[in-house]
């Protein structure tokens, strides 16, 4: 296969990616709301785009769900929709440069770590646990970097919008974590292992998966 054609594959593949994000992150398929926060699946393809086609691509479409939580964030304000943009402000409640931080920080990182996990675990592992340890461990991150982001970086603008203290907060953020990113770990260390069995073999005729070469154990 010419170096061409594996590129354009790849493109077209990006593009095919981007359009799922973006479809997610504007309908309800992408977030499911719960309170001031919301329940996502938006970290699936993000995930799912690091172990097939690496590090790199993972972190692109990790940009893209950043880029769908910042344009929600500011097209369609809630009351804490500042954390994440800098062009939000509710009374005397601002966003900030720690908005796009919080925003597109752990997301990008989401799909890089997911590429490189994936990678090293392959080689010690099945493919299944691989792509299932890789989804878990990598979702907790995420959900562990957003809400420790909010607190670091808001923990009194938030308290103020939610009628709390900054104790409240914690408590608050603590809890979104035992429920929320459980479920949400739960659910991709169950569909990822899915998914990269399905995508895989038409992948790997592609020349364009990221790890190769291994038979599954």
């Not at 929600?72 to 966003?95: D, Q």
């Not at 919080?102 to 770590?113: A, E, H, Y």
Request: with cysteine; hydrophobic share 55%.
């Amino acid at each position: 296969m010419t170096r061409n054609k594996v590129k354009i594959q790849r493109l077209t593949l990006a593009a095919f990616f981007v359009a799922i994000e973006l479809i997610m992150g504007f309908t309800p398929i992408g977030y499911i709301p719960l309170g001031v926060l919301s329940i996502t699946t938006m970290h699936i393809p993000v995930i799912l785009a690091g172990v097939l086609f690496g590090p790199s691509f993972g972190a692109g479409m990790g940009f893209v769900f950043g880029l769908t939580s910042f344009l929600g964030a500011t097209l369609h304000p809630g009351l804490t929709s500042f954390v994440f943009t800098p062009f939000v402000s509710v009374g005397n409640m601002h966003g900030n440069f720690f908005s796009l931080l919080i925003c597109f920080g752990p997301r990008i990182l989401l799909g890089w770590m997911s590429g490189v996990m994936y990678a090293g675990l392959y080689k010690r592992c099945n493919r299944v646990l691989a792509a299932s340890v890789t989804a878990v461990v990598n979702t907790m991150i995420h959900t562990l970097l957003v809400l420790g982001g909010i607190y670091v970086f808001f923990a009194e603008p938030y308290a103020q919008a939610l009628g709390t203290n900054t104790a409240g907060v914690a408590a608050v953020l603590l809890g979104v974590i035992a429920s929320n990113g459980i479920v949400e770990a739960v659910f991709a260390g169950i569909a990822i292992p899915a998914l990269v069995r399905a995508l895989r073999p038409a992948a790997e005729r592609m020349g364009i998966l990221y790890v190769r070469g291994a038979e599954a154990r």
